[in-house]
């Protein structure tokens, strides 16, 4: 079976890992700062948190932000959960945004739309999530401009893209944002088993992330080194120095795998260049170079002549897996109990034609040849059943 994504572990992962476990410390050890001073470098910025995992790396910087009950957070429907749970847990409320049909990505416009609705419901707008989806990159100049001119706090969720580059920098180096929130779980470009970051180069947001996931302990000294001091509600939100040993070893091959997938994502787009306008590949953007988490196309199935469900069946038989990013976040009966019915177009445009097909650094060109001839017949095969011979052709 050819999963959709997987982890690439080498020995040297191994040696790093085991080495830890024949260490003394398994947890709040030298590990720690080591990858943090890693992504720092990689991402191009001043603080690096790691913590638990993408979705307390989100947790973390909203707390840090003071997002509150009464607070509402801006984030586009189309992402994974964690991006709109996050604003909960700090009791905030989400504000869903529409996206753009084409690349599922945030635009401007779609901040300006979700702030006016904040307003027209008396809501109070005080930061927004944009999402790096699939690891092409918002247009994070412009986000940007429309949040600072509202006072919004900016948090991106990266979770996609590490190893990208946005404006001509990296990916996280956080020079239009507040902060960017990292995951390093196995699907994820690089894996920790669970894991996560978040960057900034504010040292008071940095100082305070660094405490909250500590149970916002502080020592004390005058008092003696053994007292501490918690002034608000902290976390366990670490990260053990088992899975930071793995980060750092994987965080040594991200050129390698990002050049990879970039290659793959290259050889998909021009193999599948003959089932345009039926299946599209992902729209590049000018402003970045995407470190590529995702290969999602676009698949107009109702001119296909296929569901999706039965397109996915039928690539599943033939061992190849594929998987849909995402389903919008604002109809999800949690979200639709709390915020009633929702019209975004764009997402739900973007969710109906989207898929994501198999994309991971040991994937071989051979099995890509494979996956779009499957996918080729795949939607050929429906169509002899369904229509004449000139059909066939226009595909
Ligand atoms: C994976 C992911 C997260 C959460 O990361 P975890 O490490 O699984 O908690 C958040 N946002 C997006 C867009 C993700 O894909």
């Known amino acids: 079976m050819i999963p959709y994504s997987r982890q690439n572990i080498n020995e040297d992962d191994i040696s790093a890992v085991t080495e830890v476990l024949r260490g003394d410390f398994l947890t709040t050890g030298p590990k720690i700062k080591e990858f943090e001073d890693a992504i720092c470098e990689i991402t191009n910025t001043k603080y690096a948190i790691a913590c638990s995992n993408g979705t307390i790396a989100l947790h973390l910087a909203g707390i840090a932000f003071g997002l509150k009950e009464g607070d509402a957070v801006i984030v586009p429907s189309v992402t994974f959960l ?181 290659e793959l994502v290259a050889l998909y787009d021009k193999l599948l260049e003959p089932l345009a306008p039926v299946l599209k590949p992902p729209p590049k953007m000018q402003y970045c170079n ?16 296929i569901t999706r469900q039965n397109f996915m069946a039928a690539l599943h038989d033939k061992g190849i897996g594929t998987q849909v990013h995402y389903i919008p976040v604002h109809t999800q009966p949690y979200y639709k109990k709390r915020y009633g019915n929702i019209e975004l177009p764009g997402a739900e445009s973007y969710y109906e034609q989207t898929l994501s097909l198999p994309l991971y650094p040991t994937l071989r060109n051979e099995d890509i040849h494979f996956i779009v001839n499957e996918i080729t017949k795949a939607i050929q095969v429906k169509n002899e059943s369904c229509c004449n011979n000139s059909c066939q052709r226009r595909l």
């Open 82 to 262: 964690a991006t709109a749970n996050a604003a909960r847990y700090c009791g905030a409320e989400v504000m869903f945004s529409d996206v753009d049909p084409d690349s599922g990505l945030m635009q401007a416009s779609d901040l300006e739309h979700a702030l006016k609705r904040c307003k027209d419901l008396g809501l109070n707008p005080r930061a927004v999530f944009p999402v790096h989806l699939t690891g092409q990159c918002v247009n994070i100049e412009e986000i940007s401009k429309t949040a600072k001119a509202s006072g919004l706090k900016i948090l991106t969720d990266a979770a996609h893209a590490i190893g990208g580059e946005l404006h001509g920098k990296p990916v996280g180096s956080c020079d239009h944002e507040d902060a960017c929130a990292f995951s390093f779980h196995p699907v994820k470009t690089i894996a920790t088993g669970e894991g996560g970051a978040v960057t900034t180069n504010d040292a008071k947001l940095a100082a305070k992330m660094r405490t909250l996931r500590h149970h916002s302990m502080q020592t004390t000294p005058k008092k003696g080194a053994w007292c501490y001091e918690m002034e608000e509600l902290g976390y366990n939100y670490r990260i053990t120095d088992i899975q930071c040993a793995l980060g750092i070893s994987q965080l040594k091959r991200l050129g390698n795998f990002v050049a990879r997938r970039r």
């Open 290 to 305: 995407p470190g590529w988490h995702l290969y999602a196309v676009k698949i107009d199935f109702a001119a296909a002549n």
